[in-house]
């Protein structure tokens, strides 16, 4: 699957996949999910990245995938790369797995109900090891203790960059950014009643 990445990427994000290949591989050793999903969903997760807008719009316009169709409301049209990337995934590569495809979907906005599989495709993207900025670290550290509270810090890191820097935020990630602290707040509250 390597070479076939290869022919389609920039050998820039080729070197990124990999990476995030390698970690999203130790966290799925971890956590107890399939080695091998996580691999195919970071090997592919960025399979479109690299693709014009107008190819993605093109893309998600005549599809009749459900998930792609609703994340295609998007204001943020970068964040397209993702569901488009699960769709390239399946047609050209022949992913049929739902998990595999909804974290490649998933791997750039989040969303409220992320499985295992989904979370490490997320966090591995935005830790693998040639990332560099502030936060980061604050992220990794807590990888191989809480997913769930790692996801809630780059939820919101991701969101104070973008208000910052006055990007378009999709609502699939404020959704996610809500969903991620309520579950940190009723953690919480659960440790304060024991």
Same mark, same amino acid.
């Given at each position: 699957?390597?070479?076939?990445?290869?022919?389609?990427?920039?050998?820039?994000?080729?070197?990124?996949?990999?990476?995030?290949?390698?970690?999203?591989?130790?966290?799925?050793?971890?956590?107890?999910?399939?080695?091998?999903?996580?691999?195919?969903?970071?090997?592919?997760?960025?399979?479109?990245?690299?693709?014009?807008?107008?190819?993605?719009?093109?893309?998600?316009?005549?599809?009749?995938?459900?998930?792609?169709?609703?994340?295609?409301?998007?204001?943020?049209?970068?964040?397209?790369?993702?569901?488009?990337?699960?769709?390239?995934?399946?047609?050209?590569?022949?992913?049929?797995?739902?998990?595999?495809?909804?974290?490649?979907?998933?791997?750039?906005?989040?969303?409220?109900?992320?499985?295992?599989?989904?979370?490490?495709?997320?966090?591995?993207?935005?830790?693998?090891?040639?990332?560099?900025?502030?936060?980061?670290?604050?992220?990794?550290?807590?990888?191989?203790?809480?997913?769930?509270?790692?996801?809630?810090?780059?939820?919101? &890191?991701?969101?104070?960059?973008?208000? &910052?820097?006055?990007?378009?935020?999709?609502?699939?990630?404020?959704?996610?950014?809500?969903?991620?602290?309520?579950?940190?707040?009723?953690?919480? &509250?659960?440790?304060?009643?024991?």
């Amino acid at each position: 699957m390597v070479d076939l990445v290869a022919g389609r990427v920039p050998k820039k994000r080729l070197k990124h996949m990999l990476r995030v290949e390698t970690l999203a591989v130790r966290l799925a050793r971890f956590w107890g999910v399939s080695e091998e999903k996580a691999s195919v969903a970071s090997l592919l997760h960025d399979i479109a990245r690299d693709e014009p807008e107008s190819f993605l719009l093109e893309l998600v316009k005549d599809t009749d995938d459900p998930l792609v169709r609703e994340m295609a409301e998007t204001f943020a049209p970068v964040v397209l790369h993702a569901p488009v990337g699960a769709l390239i995934a399946r047609r050209d590569f022949g992913v049929d797995d739902p998990e595999i495809l909804r974290a490649i979907a998933l791997h750039t906005t989040g969303a409220p109900h992320m499985d295992r599989l989904a979370m490490i495709v997320f966090l591995a993207d935005y830790c693998e090891s040639g990332r560099h900025f502030a936060g980061v670290e604050e992220v990794r550290s807590v990888l191989f203790s809480s997913l769930e509270t790692a996801m809630l810090r780059a939820l919101e &890191q991701t969101l104070l960059y973008l208000r &910052q820097n006055s990007r378009p935020i999709d609502r699939h990630t404020l959704d996610a950014m809500a969903a991620f602290a309520r579950l940190a707040a009723e953690d919480s &509250q659960r440790l304060h009643q024991g």
